[in-house]
Protein backbone atom coordinates (compact mmCIF):
# COMPACT_ATOMS: atom_id res chain seq x y z
CA UNK A 1 0.00 0.00 0.00
CA UNK A 2 2.51 2.57 1.10
CA UNK A 3 4.32 2.39 -2.65
CA UNK A 4 1.12 4.01 -4.39
CA UNK A 5 0.22 7.26 -4.57
CA UNK A 6 -2.18 8.76 -1.66
CA UNK A 7 -5.61 9.65 -2.73
CA UNK A 8 -7.73 11.34 -0.06
CA UNK A 9 -11.88 11.37 -0.37
CA UNK A 10 -13.85 13.30 2.23
CA UNK A 11 -17.58 12.95 2.80
CA UNK A 12 -19.04 15.91 4.65
CA UNK A 13 -22.30 16.73 5.28
CA UNK A 14 -24.49 18.65 7.56
CA UNK A 15 -25.66 16.27 10.19
CA UNK A 16 -29.02 14.07 9.62
CA UNK A 17 -28.01 14.97 5.55
CA UNK A 18 -27.64 11.24 4.27
CA UNK A 19 -23.37 11.72 5.13
CA UNK A 20 -23.82 8.53 6.74
CA UNK A 21 -26.01 6.58 4.11
CA UNK A 22 -23.51 7.88 1.51
CA UNK A 23 -20.59 6.57 3.36
CA UNK A 24 -22.09 3.24 3.17
CA UNK A 25 -23.26 2.86 -0.37
CA UNK A 26 -19.34 3.78 -1.36
CA UNK A 27 -18.40 0.78 1.64
CA UNK A 28 -18.09 -1.92 -1.08
CA UNK A 29 -16.29 -0.31 -4.06
CA UNK A 30 -13.49 -2.18 -5.28
CA UNK A 31 -11.44 0.51 -6.03
CA UNK A 32 -11.36 2.46 -1.94
CA UNK A 33 -10.47 1.91 1.15
CA UNK A 34 -13.58 2.76 3.25
CA UNK A 35 -13.00 3.80 6.83
CA UNK A 36 -15.48 1.79 9.30
CA UNK A 37 -16.92 4.65 11.25
CA UNK A 38 -17.17 8.74 11.22
CA UNK A 39 -13.12 9.09 10.80
CA UNK A 40 -13.24 12.16 13.30
CA UNK A 41 -9.56 13.32 12.22
CA UNK A 42 -10.05 16.77 14.47
CA UNK A 43 -8.07 17.53 17.39
CA UNK A 44 -8.83 19.96 20.48
CA UNK A 45 -5.90 22.55 18.84
CA UNK A 46 -8.48 23.66 16.27
CA UNK A 47 -9.55 26.87 17.43
CA UNK A 48 -11.24 29.17 14.74
CA UNK A 49 -14.89 31.42 14.07
CA UNK A 50 -16.57 27.59 13.69
CA UNK A 51 -15.29 26.29 16.79
CA UNK A 52 -18.14 27.09 18.48
CA UNK A 53 -20.73 26.22 15.90
CA UNK A 54 -19.19 22.56 15.03
CA UNK A 55 -17.70 19.98 17.29
CA UNK A 56 -14.02 20.06 16.85
CA UNK A 57 -13.98 15.95 16.50
CA UNK A 58 -15.33 16.88 13.18
CA UNK A 59 -13.02 19.48 11.89
CA UNK A 60 -9.97 18.97 9.99
CA UNK A 61 -6.87 18.66 12.23
CA UNK A 62 -4.46 20.99 14.10
CA UNK A 63 -1.35 19.63 15.71
CA UNK A 64 1.02 21.75 17.16
CA UNK A 65 4.79 22.22 15.85
CA UNK A 66 6.17 20.63 18.97
CA UNK A 67 4.61 17.29 18.67
CA UNK A 68 6.24 13.95 18.28
CA UNK A 69 4.36 11.28 16.01
CA UNK A 70 3.14 9.15 19.13
CA UNK A 71 1.16 12.48 20.27
CA UNK A 72 -0.38 12.92 17.18
CA UNK A 73 -1.89 9.49 16.70
CA UNK A 74 -3.56 10.34 20.10
CA UNK A 75 -4.29 14.09 19.50
CA UNK A 76 -7.02 11.88 16.55
CA UNK A 77 -9.61 12.44 18.32
CA UNK A 78 -11.98 9.56 16.41
CA UNK A 79 -14.38 8.74 19.26
CA UNK A 80 -16.16 5.66 17.05
CA UNK A 81 -12.97 4.23 16.14
CA UNK A 82 -11.34 4.35 19.00
CA UNK A 83 -14.29 3.40 21.46
CA UNK A 84 -15.29 0.67 19.25
CA UNK A 85 -11.15 -0.83 19.06
CA UNK A 86 -10.77 -0.22 23.14
CA UNK A 87 -14.12 -0.36 24.51
CA UNK A 88 -15.78 -2.67 22.23
CA UNK A 89 -18.80 -3.20 24.79
CA UNK A 90 -19.37 0.44 25.35
CA UNK A 91 -19.55 1.11 21.28
CA UNK A 92 -23.11 1.21 19.36
CA UNK A 93 -20.99 -0.80 16.59
CA UNK A 94 -20.25 -3.37 18.84
CA UNK A 95 -22.44 -5.72 17.10
CA UNK A 96 -19.77 -5.08 13.76
CA UNK A 97 -17.10 -7.72 13.70
CA UNK A 98 -13.98 -5.45 13.46
CA UNK A 99 -11.19 -6.72 14.45
CA UNK A 100 -8.79 -3.72 14.90
CA UNK A 101 -5.66 -3.46 17.91
CA UNK A 102 -5.66 0.31 18.48
CA UNK A 103 -1.99 -0.66 19.89
CA UNK A 104 -1.38 -2.20 16.64
CA UNK A 105 -2.80 0.53 14.45
CA UNK A 106 -0.48 2.88 16.43
CA UNK A 107 2.75 1.46 15.73
CA UNK A 108 1.90 1.36 12.51
CA UNK A 109 1.16 4.94 12.27
CA UNK A 110 4.38 5.97 13.75
CA UNK A 111 6.03 3.63 12.03
CA UNK A 112 4.74 5.20 8.36
CA UNK A 113 6.26 9.09 10.02
CA UNK A 114 9.24 7.38 10.78
CA UNK A 115 11.73 9.92 8.68
CA UNK A 116 8.98 12.02 6.93
CA UNK A 117 7.93 15.69 8.06
CA UNK A 118 5.63 15.45 10.61
CA UNK A 119 3.09 17.79 8.56
CA UNK A 120 -0.59 17.42 8.89
CA UNK A 121 -1.09 15.59 5.30
CA UNK A 122 1.52 13.07 6.48
CA UNK A 123 0.12 12.86 10.05
CA UNK A 124 -3.64 11.79 8.28
CA UNK A 125 -2.21 10.06 5.83
CA UNK A 126 -0.65 7.74 8.29
CA UNK A 127 -4.05 7.78 10.41
CA UNK A 128 -5.80 6.10 7.38
CA UNK A 129 -2.83 3.82 5.58
CA UNK A 130 -2.62 2.60 9.60
CA UNK A 131 -6.14 1.41 9.77
CA UNK A 132 -6.17 -0.99 7.01
CA UNK A 133 -2.71 -2.05 7.92
CA UNK A 134 -3.78 -2.97 11.13
CA UNK A 135 -7.65 -4.40 10.31
CA UNK A 136 -6.91 -7.73 10.47
CA UNK A 137 -10.53 -8.85 8.61
CA UNK A 138 -11.11 -6.05 6.24
CA UNK A 139 -12.28 -6.89 3.06
CA UNK A 140 -9.46 -6.38 0.71
CA UNK A 141 -9.92 -6.35 -2.99
CA UNK A 142 -6.38 -5.61 -4.56
CA UNK A 143 -7.68 -2.99 -6.63
CA UNK A 144 -7.70 -0.10 -4.10
CA UNK A 145 -6.56 2.98 -5.23
CA UNK A 146 -8.21 5.68 -2.88
CA UNK A 147 -8.55 6.00 0.81
CA UNK A 148 -12.30 7.33 2.17
CA UNK A 149 -13.09 8.82 5.20
CA UNK A 150 -16.58 10.43 6.26
CA UNK A 151 -16.76 13.32 8.87
CA UNK A 152 -19.82 15.41 9.23
CA UNK A 153 -19.28 18.98 8.45
CA UNK A 154 -15.80 18.45 6.97
CA UNK A 155 -16.36 20.46 3.84
CA UNK A 156 -16.10 23.77 5.89
CA UNK A 157 -12.38 23.09 5.70
CA UNK A 158 -12.40 21.95 2.27
CA UNK A 159 -9.69 24.32 1.53
CA UNK A 160 -7.15 22.86 3.76
CA UNK A 161 -7.92 19.28 2.70
CA UNK A 162 -7.39 20.21 -1.17
CA UNK A 163 -4.71 22.14 -0.23
CA UNK A 164 -2.44 19.13 1.90
CA UNK A 165 -3.09 17.11 -0.82
CA UNK A 166 -3.67 19.48 -4.24
CA UNK A 167 -4.87 17.38 -6.82
CA UNK A 168 -5.26 14.41 -5.05
CA UNK A 169 -7.49 15.79 -2.56
CA UNK A 170 -11.08 15.57 -3.04
CA UNK A 171 -14.58 16.52 -0.95
CA UNK A 172 -17.81 14.51 -1.57
CA UNK A 173 -20.67 17.21 0.13
CA UNK A 174 -24.01 15.81 0.58
CA UNK A 175 -27.20 17.95 0.62
CA UNK A 176 -30.65 17.22 2.38
CA UNK A 177 -33.68 18.86 2.37
CA UNK A 178 -33.40 20.97 5.73
CA UNK A 179 -37.65 20.29 6.36
CA UNK A 180 -35.76 16.07 6.28
CA UNK A 181 -33.26 16.79 8.56
CA UNK A 182 -34.35 18.88 10.66
CA UNK A 183 -36.98 16.46 11.31
CA UNK A 184 -34.85 13.47 11.88
CA UNK A 185 -32.36 15.99 14.31
CA UNK A 186 -35.01 15.91 16.42
CA UNK A 187 -35.26 12.45 17.10
CA UNK A 188 -32.05 12.94 18.84
CA UNK A 189 -31.60 12.52 22.79
CA UNK A 190 -30.74 16.50 22.80
CA UNK A 191 -31.34 17.56 19.63
CA UNK A 192 -30.08 21.46 18.34
CA UNK A 193 -32.59 23.98 18.58
CA UNK A 194 -34.09 25.28 15.25
CA UNK A 195 -32.02 28.13 15.29
CA UNK A 196 -28.88 26.75 16.11
CA UNK A 197 -29.70 23.79 13.47
CA UNK A 198 -30.62 25.76 10.48
CA UNK A 199 -27.87 28.25 10.81
CA UNK A 200 -25.31 25.38 11.08
CA UNK A 201 -27.30 23.93 7.78
CA UNK A 202 -26.69 26.91 6.22
CA UNK A 203 -23.38 27.56 6.81
CA UNK A 204 -22.62 24.30 5.85
CA UNK A 205 -23.68 24.60 2.61
CA UNK A 206 -22.44 28.50 2.20
CA UNK A 207 -18.77 27.41 2.51
CA UNK A 208 -19.49 24.12 0.48
CA UNK A 209 -20.96 26.09 -2.79
CA UNK A 210 -18.11 28.49 -2.55
CA UNK A 211 -15.08 25.91 -2.54
CA UNK A 212 -17.05 24.06 -5.30
CA UNK A 213 -17.01 26.81 -7.18
CA UNK A 214 -13.39 27.58 -6.23
CA UNK A 215 -12.10 24.10 -6.94
CA UNK A 216 -14.34 22.58 -9.02
CA UNK A 217 -12.36 19.56 -10.13
CA UNK A 218 -11.84 19.26 -6.34
CA UNK A 219 -14.65 19.80 -4.93
CA UNK A 220 -17.82 17.74 -5.56
CA UNK A 221 -21.47 18.37 -4.36
CA UNK A 222 -24.82 16.08 -4.63
CA UNK A 223 -28.12 15.76 -2.94
CA UNK A 224 -28.61 13.59 -0.89
CA UNK A 225 -32.57 13.08 -3.04
CA UNK A 226 -30.35 12.43 -5.90
CA UNK A 227 -28.38 10.18 -4.34
CA UNK A 228 -31.37 7.45 -3.37
CA UNK A 229 -33.19 7.96 -6.89
CA UNK A 230 -29.95 6.34 -8.55
CA UNK A 231 -27.60 6.08 -6.28
CA UNK A 232 -25.22 3.90 -9.04
CA UNK A 233 -25.26 6.60 -11.54
CA UNK A 234 -25.26 9.50 -9.19
CA UNK A 235 -22.24 8.43 -7.13
CA UNK A 236 -20.57 6.61 -10.20
CA UNK A 237 -20.70 9.98 -12.04
CA UNK A 238 -18.84 11.92 -8.91
CA UNK A 239 -16.37 8.89 -8.51
CA UNK A 240 -15.59 8.95 -12.10
CA UNK A 241 -14.43 12.71 -11.60
CA UNK A 242 -11.97 11.18 -8.86
CA UNK A 243 -10.74 8.76 -11.43
CA UNK A 244 -13.19 6.31 -9.62
CA UNK A 245 -14.80 4.10 -11.87
CA UNK A 246 -18.66 3.14 -11.43
CA UNK A 247 -19.36 -0.03 -9.54
CA UNK A 248 -22.68 -2.41 -8.98
CA UNK A 249 -21.76 -2.00 -5.64
CA UNK A 250 -23.01 1.75 -5.25
CA UNK A 251 -26.28 0.32 -5.30
CA UNK A 252 -26.84 -0.60 -1.83
CA UNK A 253 -25.34 0.26 1.21
CA UNK A 254 -22.88 -2.07 2.93
CA UNK A 255 -20.08 -2.55 5.91
CA UNK A 256 -16.80 -3.96 5.30
CA UNK A 257 -18.39 -5.04 1.88
CA UNK A 258 -21.75 -7.04 3.56
CA UNK A 259 -24.90 -5.62 2.67
CA UNK A 260 -26.65 -3.89 5.52
CA UNK A 261 -30.57 -4.14 5.38
CA UNK A 262 -30.81 -0.75 7.19
CA UNK A 263 -28.17 1.88 7.64
CA UNK A 264 -28.68 2.36 11.35
CA UNK A 265 -26.61 2.66 13.62
CA UNK A 266 -24.45 3.91 10.93
CA UNK A 267 -26.75 6.91 10.71
CA UNK A 268 -30.23 8.25 11.66
CA UNK A 269 -31.63 7.29 8.06
CA UNK A 270 -32.69 3.89 8.49
CA UNK A 271 -34.22 3.61 5.25
CA UNK A 272 -32.49 5.53 2.37
CA UNK A 273 -35.67 6.03 -0.07
CA UNK A 274 -38.01 8.88 -1.36
CA UNK A 275 -40.92 7.74 0.15
CA UNK A 276 -39.44 7.46 3.47
CA UNK A 277 -37.10 11.35 3.13
CA UNK A 278 -40.58 12.65 2.17
CA UNK A 279 -42.52 10.86 5.12
CA UNK A 280 -40.01 12.33 7.54
CA UNK A 281 -40.64 15.96 6.59
CA UNK A 282 -44.09 15.80 6.62
CA UNK A 283 -43.45 14.90 10.59
CA UNK A 284 -42.92 18.55 11.13
CA UNK A 285 -45.52 20.87 12.45
CA UNK A 286 -46.53 23.86 10.10
CA UNK A 287 -45.22 26.59 11.92
CA UNK A 288 -42.17 24.54 11.99
CA UNK A 289 -42.17 24.17 8.44
CA UNK A 290 -43.01 27.85 7.72
CA UNK A 291 -40.03 28.41 10.23
CA UNK A 292 -37.40 26.86 8.20
CA UNK A 293 -38.73 28.36 4.65
CA UNK A 294 -38.34 31.64 5.71
CA UNK A 295 -35.03 30.56 7.65
CA UNK A 296 -33.74 28.83 4.44
CA UNK A 297 -35.68 30.32 1.68
CA UNK A 298 -32.64 31.82 -0.53
CA UNK A 299 -30.56 28.52 -0.08
CA UNK A 300 -33.99 26.21 -1.29
CA UNK A 301 -33.87 28.68 -4.62
CA UNK A 302 -30.32 27.63 -4.87
CA UNK A 303 -30.53 24.06 -4.15
CA UNK A 304 -33.72 23.22 -6.37
CA UNK A 305 -35.32 22.59 -3.27
CA UNK A 306 -38.55 24.78 -3.81
CA UNK A 307 -40.35 21.96 -5.31
CA UNK A 308 -40.36 19.84 -2.03
CA UNK A 309 -41.63 22.14 -0.21
CA UNK A 310 -44.44 23.14 -2.28
CA UNK A 311 -45.18 18.91 -1.39
CA UNK A 312 -45.28 20.00 2.60
CA UNK A 313 -47.73 23.07 2.04
Known amino acids: MSST ?24 HPQLFVYPFESQPGTKYVNDYFSSMYP ?28 RSKTPNSSKFKGADFRLDDKDRKKEFVLFLKNKPLTRANAVEAFFRSTFKSWKNYNHSGKEKAYVGYSPIIGIDGDKIISDYGKNGHVLHVIRNPFSAYADTKKRAVPLSMAHYITGWILCQYQSLLFAEKYPNNYHIVRFEDIIENPTEVLGKVLSKMGISKSSTLAYPSWNGEKLKEVYPWGTIRIPTAEVNLKTAKELSTQEIKE ?8 LKLLNYEGFYKKLV
Do not use: C, Q
Open 5 to 28: PYKMIMISAMYENGGNTTHRLIDG
Open 56 to 83: LKYRWPLFPGTAAAEEMYEMIIDEEGKV
Open 292 to 299: IHSRTNTY
